[in-house]
């Protein structure tokens, strides 16, 4: 079982609603970092959590670290977030070392 | 799946020394590697993008000559840190695309510390 699991593999939305992607783990974290990549281009950090919730713009995110799982929201999807989003974690069991989920493939259709 | 290890895994060496960190694609070809350094308890940072065979592309602040990267093969990426110093110190991460540009597969990461 991986230590990072990402749901779904692949999402395909209309223009408009809204998006979950969620991410589960089993290690001992001391952040959670979302990350998007668009087609061809490197790594955009989106986010960086360690509780709670955080929003940019239409992008939410959301960490429960007694359930070990976190989430991504987008709301108002546009075809511009067609993207790959991945979620990392700090793992504090092996020198913070990053471990890394599978990722998401998000496609919004307009 | 597609595998990318980096060597070492950890690094500590002394001010003013270079250090080597490799980044390989085990069971595919390359064509593209990126290297990401992450301060701690920061997000990741993108330095530069290699493409096999060419001069790797800088990111805008990251110094060209004290991040010196070679990619000579479709297997292989290195990050050299030159006359490092402490505030060097990060998690330095590469990862590795092939023809298909829409998927990346990322190394482990390697932690140096700059004494």
Redesign the interface.
Known sequence: KNEVEQSPQNLTAQEGEFITINCSYSVGISALHWLQQHPGGGIVSLFMLSSGKKKHGRLIATINIQEKHSSLHITASHPRDSAVYICAVDNMDSNYQLIWGAGTKLIIKP | ?AVVSQHP??VICKSGTSVKIECRSLDFQATTM?W?R?F???????MA?SNEGSKATYEQGVEKDKFLINHASLTLSTLTVTSAHPEDSS?Y?C?ASTHR????Y?G??T?LTVL
């Open positions: 799946g895994s950890w990126f990401y992450q701690p308890k920061q997000s990741l940072m993108l993008t998690f991460i990862s540009v829409d998927t990346q990322f482990p990461g932690r």
